[in-house]
């Protein structure tokens, strides 16, 4: 499958992953629901990654990778509970396009730190991802 199936399939998820949360959150602290969670796909991401991975894997990360993915790791866990507290207060179908603005700060980010560069796509892209953002979001008085 290419880099396009596979973001398809990411956003899919992220889209019933969204829906899901909003249920099980009702009544439940925020962050317990995150860690509860967490602990989900913690299982279920090492029984893929023993599944799948070539033995001896892990075993061949450097700390570099360790660094990185762990740093990566803790940003996930904020975003997550960022992500939970702003769907217990507000409904899904404002919180979700909100969210979604990290994928401008992906492109903003990617450029001040991986140099990829910008292109009037990534600009006109981005600014509607913003516009977008913002009339989902926005509430009629």
């Not at 992953?17 to 796909?41: D, F, P, Q």
Request: net charge positive; aromatic share 12%; proline share 2%.
């Amino acid at each position: 499958m290419t880099w396009i199936a596979w973001s398809l399939l990411s956003a899919f998820f992220a889209g019933i992953t969204a829906v899901l949360a909003k249920i099980g959150v009702e009544g439940v602290n925020s962050n317990l629901a995150t860690a509860v969670r967490t602990t989900v796909v913690l299982v279920f991401t090492w029984a893929l990654a023993f599944a799948w991975a070539p033995r001896g894997a892990l075993a061949n990360l450097s700390r570099h990778t360790w660094l990185f993915l762990a740093l990566s790791g803790i940003a996930t866990g904020l975003s997550w509970l960022c992500y939970f507290r702003a769907i217990q207060l507000g409904p899904v179908s404002r919180v979700a396009p909100i969210d979604k603005l990290s994928v401008v700060f992906a492109i903003l980010l990617a450029a001040l730190f991986l140099r990829e560069r910008l292109t009037w796509q990534h600009a006109a892209g981005g600014g509607l991802i913003v516009a977008g953002a913002l009339v989902l979001a926005w509430k009629a008085a």
